[in-house]
């Protein structure tokens, strides 16, 4: 289970590293966000699914 993630997109809402902060985090500058772990266990799944479902811009990808 992997995570792309198109930076590119992010316009830093925050959505994704308040719904799985064990896998995104957030830049404190630019607020865009940050990898914490990008190879997610089955565990943190669908945390990182429904933060990939909320990302307004389409930024996380999924590859499973
Ligand atoms: S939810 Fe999407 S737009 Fe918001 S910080 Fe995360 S990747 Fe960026």
């Known amino acids: 289970m992997k995570i792309r993630l198109h930076t590119d997109r992010c316009i830093g809402s925050g959505m994704c590293a308040a719904i799985a902060p064990t896998v995104f985090d957030q830049d404190p500058d630019t607020m865009l966000v940050l ?27 999924l590859l499973e």
Request: proline share 11%.
């Open 35 to 61: 990898p914490r772990d990008l190879s997610p266990s089955a565990e943190k799944w669908a945390a990182a699914a429904a933060a990939a479902d909320c990302c307004p811009v389409s930024a996380i990808e």
